[in-house]
């Protein structure tokens, strides 16, 4: 993120703020970290600490799941283009419940491995529209 972007994020009057770490950036081979991308996130953090703004210290296992499930599997706009809306219970309800047990399951592995902070939130995101 830029500085100038950092500025915009402040100028929101948020106190909380969620991003996105690319983790290809961090390790862009295997077993191989890049500390300047570390640094950079590092920058990021503090700076945005330095604003008074928090980032937010959840984990999100899957991003936007209705959306990606209506348009991959309910009306076949996103791959694999998939439109069982009207199968609901052959078709679209199999899918959603896949989609709820491979949350339910990162769930429990990010629980179980967040031993340092253990006190931040674990779920889904969910999109919303601002009028």
């Given at each position: 993120m830029k500085a100038d972007?950092?500025?915009?994020?402040?100028?929101?009057g948020v106190d909380s703020y969620r991003f996105s770490i690319e983790w290809a950036r961090i390790?862009?081979?295997?077993?191989?970290?890049?500390?300047?991308?570390?640094?950079?996130?590092?920058?990021e953090l503090v700076a945005l600490r330095a604003m008074g703004i928090h980032p937010v210290d959840d984990w999100g296992t899957v991003n936007e799941p209705i959306n990606y499930l209506l348009a991959a599997y309910g009306i076949g706009n996103f791959p694999p283009g998939k439109v069982t809306i009207s199968q609901i219970a052959t078709g679209f309800v199999p899918v959603v419940r896949d989609y709820l047990a491979a949350h339910a399951a990162m769930y429990g592995a990010i629980k179980a491995g967040d031993t340092i902070d253990a006190d931040g939130g674990r779920g889904t995101s969910t999109s919303s529209q601002w009028f």
């Open positions: 972007d950092l500025g915009l994020v402040a100028a929101l390790e862009p081979a295997k077993d191989q970290l890049d500390e300047a991308a570390v640094a950079h996130y590092r920058d």
